[in-house]
């Protein structure tokens, strides 16, 4: 090495590995309140471990597995400097996309990646994560927090998640079930939950200072934009399985993400049928709305067919269930917490085509 070298340490290029083990020490105790029985060890391995002992009892596990983001909603939240709910924002977009087969979230991953790590602001991100998992019953065993100096300005961050889940192949439910007279069930989104913020950005975040996006805003209810828009996504996986395990006969399920209705409820519909919805036309949707839906519907100036493509309006979680089990569904629902109230109808679609969603604007 010349004798002229510069010595450039790896604080020096931007990345502090002492603030990131205090990072570490921050979140332990909240990861280890995730902790199921299987998981064996904790934070600090090259890999995490969960013991797979308890599938020897299933006829035929499967294993199921989803992987999601957070996406712009991060982007309104570095603006507000509110990081405490993102995380469930996370959990929710993965776990919710298992429990559609009827498996159970059994552990969970994450990845941070951020411009400037200060191990306070992780502790509140890895929080929300640990808490959505609490909710979900899963374990959150493991993840990783990465540094980018020079890629990511300082007050940046992006979330990655990933769970794993398990269903007795014999107790999964999807499409196959689904029959034409079926009922679709709706469960009450607790808001836009984490998709269709680029819109939401745009016509209602982009040019307002903090203060008026914290101001009370009657068309919301008396509740601020930052409120409305930051509310964390809804968690239904932990009560939809003990709905399950009670024995609720439901055929089938969606979660209703990006695409909106349009685009999640036709992925519960087998082949030759069709999700018939109660759009109810202009007067809104046959079920109550959150305010803020429609507000954003209102300021983007939105059609019906682009709205429901877009938002949840209202509908969080589709349940498909034979008409004959309705009571029964509603009940197993109310008992784990749920409000259900009736969506739809499965019809006769096209002979041989995928089915679709279809709207009944008079009902």
Known sequence: M???????????????????????????????????????GGLGGFGSCFSA??????????????????????????????????????????????????????????????????????????????EGCRKSGCALVGGEMAEHPGVMAEGDYDLAGFVVGVVDRPKMIGPDLVREGDVILGLPSSGIHSNGYSLVRKVAIEGRMVEELETPLDELGGESLADAVMRPTTIYAGGLLAALRAGAPIHAMAHIT???ITENL????????????????EAGPAWDMPPVIAYMIREAGLTLEEA????????????????????????????????????????????????????????
């Open 2 to 40: 010349a004798e002229n070298t510069k010595h450039v340490s790896y604080e020096d290029a931007g990345v502090d590995t002492a603030e990131g083990a205090r990072a570490v020490d921050a979140i332990k105790a909240a990861v280890a309140a995730t902790n199921r029985p299987e998981v064996i």
């Open 53 to 130: 002992a308890a599938l020897k009892d299933m006829e035929e596990p499967i294993l199921v597995s989803g992987t999601d983001g957070v996406g712009t909603k991060l982007a309104i939240a570095q603006l507000l400097d509110r990081h405490e709910t993102v995380g469930e924002d996370l959990v929710a977009m993965c776990v919710d996309d298992i429990v559609p087969m009827g498996a159970e979230p059994l552990f969970f991953l994450d990845y941070v990646a951020i411009g400037k790590l200060r191990a306070e602001h992780v502790a509140k991100i890895v929080g929300g994560i640990a």
């Open 258 to 260: 990006g695409g909106g």
């Open 266 to 281: 036709d992925r519960a519909m087998p082949e030759g049928l069709d999700a018939l919805v109660y759009r109810g036309g």
């Open 308 to 363: 429901y493509r877009t938002f949840n309006m209202g509908v969080g979680m589709a349940i498909i269930c034979a008409a004959d089990d309705e009571d029964a569904v509603c009940e197993a629902l109310v008992a784990q917490g749920f409000s259900p109230f009736e969506v739809g109808r499965v019809v006769a679609g096209m002979p041989g085509e995928k089915g679709k969603v279809v709207y009944d604007d008079e009902h």
